[in-house]
């Protein structure tokens, strides 16, 4: 099994719901996203997918999140934008985006901080 990484970030503000600490009050990350895809196959050049692709695709999905206040942003009007509903976010949304048959995003790791991340993964 072939395994690529691809990593890029974003900024948001956020304010956790239900949550007694720091945290309930409007702050912000630079969050680090880590996409992991795996596959069986190369193509005949040798790749698993082109890294420029796996890049523009995640772009396109952090995009929506970039400089945004995360509780006013679907699906976090109504769930929690935790580290953890946020990484299962991307990775929905890249599920759908990437329905290429010789990989699948198997992995999203999101770090709200160099020591704190949280991954959602199937
Ligand atoms: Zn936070």
Redesign the pocket.
């Known amino acids: 099994m072939f395994e690529l990484s691809i990593q890029d970030h974003f900024s948001a503000a ?3 719901r239900n949550y007694k600490g720091k ?1 309930e009050n409007l ?3 630079n969050y680090r996203v880590q996409v992991f895809i795996r596959g069986e196959k190369l193509d005949k050049n040798g790749l698993l997918a082109d890294f420029v692709e796996l890049k523009k695709a995640l772009k396109k999905v952090l995009d929506k999140l970039d400089h945004q206040y995360l509780n006013e942003v679907p699906p976090f009007t109504k769930l929690n ?3 953890e509903n946020i990484a299962k976010y991307i990775f929905e949304q890249l599920r759908y985006t990437l329905h290429v048959t010789r990989y699948t995003v198997s992995k999203v790791t999101v770090w ?1 901080s160099d020591t704190s991340s949280a991954s959602y993964t199937e």
């Open positions: 956020h304010n956790l945290c702050h912000g990350h934008p935790t580290a709200e």
